[in-house]
């Protein structure tokens, strides 16, 4: 299912800014049109959008000069631009892309390809957004930013070494990750611990998984990894 998206169109030339607003909202999104980079400025300051399409040749305030005030605000710093480019000026797209651009369309463009970038785009800031640091795998989620772990929607405690083992194996499901691996990963570069450390503190996380403690398996000579547990 597919969110609606609040999308900023930045572009002077009356007839582009309709054909884009029209396009947007035909496909699913909220399109609204200003004019001018002051303009712009004024519609994100009052409701921020999830994307901005920006030309960069505006009268007065250029896109550029736009993208920079936007990239400079901590407020405003992470919504995705896309900027509209004169064909063939590469100055331009470099400038566009120095100032904070998250992509770049060169005119004349076609609207398919316009919007194909326009998905890609939100997908990758939604995909980076949402990387909001919840990892799951099966019945086992984790928490990155808060430290906490839950098994079958249960709270289970962790020492924060532990949580750094569970967290670096849930990140890369099905991969083997070496003992050597895992301790500069949880324990931190440079610590001396025997790889004999990590065996101890992986059988401590598979006690407190419980009847799930077996998706930790162990791969022999190597290291671990995490699976989904068996059906
Ligand atoms: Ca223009």
Redo the contacts with the bound molecule.
């Keep these: 299912m597919q969110e609606i998206r609040n999308i900023l169109v930045v572009?002077?030339?009356l007839d582009l800014a309709e054909l884009l607003r029209y396009n947007l909202n035909v496909s699913g999104h909220k399109a609204e049109v200003v004019h001018s980079g002051a303009a712009a400025i004024e519609s994100v300051a009052a409701k921020k959008p999830d994307l901005i399409i920006l030309?960069i040749?505006?009268p007065e305030m250029d896109g550029i000069e736009v993208a920079t005030k936007l990239k400079r605000s901590a407020e405003t710093s992470t919504i995705p631009i896309i900027m509209l480019t004169a064909k063939s000026a590469d100055e331009d797209q470099i400038r566009g892309l120095d100032a904070g651009a998250d992509d770049y369309v060169t005119k004349p463009f076609s609207i398919k390809v316009l919007l194909a970038r326009v998905d890609a785009v939100l997908r990758r800031a939604s995909k980076e957004a949402g990387a909001s640091s919840i990892v799951e795998l099966g019945p086992v989620r984790i928490d990155l930013d808060r430290h906490e772990a839950s098994c079958v929607g249960e709270g289970i405690k962790l020492t924060l070494t532990e949580f750094r083992l569970l967290a670096a194996l849930m990140q890369a499901p099905g991969r083997v990750l070496s003992r050597r691996g895992l301790i500069s990963n949880a324990i931190g570069p440079g610590i001396t611990v025997t790889e004999r450390t990590i065996d101890v503190h992986v059988a401590a996380i598979r006690k407190k998984l419980g009847d799930y403690g077996s998706m930790i398996q162990t791969v022999r000579g190597v290291g671990y990894r995490i699976n989904e547990p068996d059906a």
């Design positions: 572009e002077d030339e030309d040749m505006l």
